[in-house]
């Protein structure tokens, strides 16, 4: 599922967009201090950021600042801040989108929408009912809900990332893990095969990891 993290000082402001963003289907987060969003930032790497400028902590300009230095996770400026000079200082600061205070709750989730078009291509690919959730390392599909240990969960998310698209035994080795270590393309096959077991929780009749022989493993959606 989409994570959206929302900056906002102001409490009521925060809460309604909080809402808005959670009924257009999308899971969202909300913070009011400039340095504990960019805490949470680099620790849950949430897709998408709609960001204040006038914030406790940590401005707003500072947290984008800061973000670009390791994530090109978009990014979405709301303020009150109108003038033409604002808006091109944060785009500058690697802001991908502006916003003015106040602003129609139509606009802002047409305008996340859109960097979510841009950024991630794979999401329109991927119509699976099947979602991921980060922090608690599940998948779930309806009512039925998975528990995966974290290795199982980053060789899952590489795979539903792109569906269709094979990773080679090599290939999933180099994106599962974070260092070198001695991983042999056996361990890989083992992993997948715990993982079709979990997945089988969820729908007992689709194999969602398919094997292609002689290259690797690929990501196969349920399609409604």
């Known amino acids: 599922m989409i994570q959206v993290l929302i900056v906002e000082d102001e409490l009521d402001i925060g809460v309604l967009v909080k809402n808005l963003v959670n009924k257009a289907g999308?899971?969202?987060?909300?913070?009011?201090?400039?340095?504990?969003?960019?805490?949470?930032?680099?620790?849950?790497?949430?897709?998408?950021?709609?960001?204040?400028?006038?914030?406790?902590?940590?401005?707003?300009?500072?947290?984008?600042?800061?973000?670009?230095?390791?994530?090109?996770?978009?990014?979405?400026?709301?303020?009150?801040?109108?003038?033409e000079v604002d808006r091109l200082i944060g785009f500058e600061l690697g802001a991908n989108d502006y916003l003015c205070k106040p602003y129609s709750s139509k606009e802002l989730i047409?305008?996340?929408?859109?960097?979510?078009?841009?950024?991630?291509?794979?999401?329109?690919?991927?119509?699976?009912?099947?979602?991921?959730?980060?922090?608690?390392?599940?998948?779930?599909?309806?009512?039925?809900?998975?528990?995966?240990?974290?290795?199982?969960?980053?060789?899952?998310s590489l795979l539903y990332n792109h569906p269709k698209r094979v990773y080679s035994r090599e290939q999933i080795i180099d994106c599962i893990h974070d260092e070198q270590r001695d991983t042999s393309d056996r361990s890989v096959d083992s992993l997948v095969k715990k993982l079709r077991k979990k997945l089988k929780q969820l729908d007992t009749n689709h194999n969602f990891i398919q094997s292609v022989y002689g290259v690797g493993y690929r990501f196969d959606p349920l399609i409604d």
Not at 120 to 136: A, G, T, V
């Open 110 to 156: 047409a305008r996340i929408k859109n960097l979510l078009r841009i950024f991630y291509p794979e999401q329109r690919e991927n119509q699976s009912n099947i979602y991921l959730e980060h922090k608690q390392l599940e998948v779930y599909l309806d009512d039925n809900r998975i528990h995966l240990s974290n290795v199982e969960y980053k060789l899952f």
């Open 26 to 83: 999308m899971q969202a987060h909300h913070i009011d201090r400039g340095d504990e969003a960019l805490k949470w930032i680099k620790q849950n790497e949430p897709d998408i950021v709609v960001l204040d400028l006038s914030l406790p902590g940590l401005s707003g300009e500072n947290i984008c600042r800061s973000v670009r230095r390791f994530s090109d996770i978009p990014i979405i400026m709301a303020t009150a801040k109108v003038e």
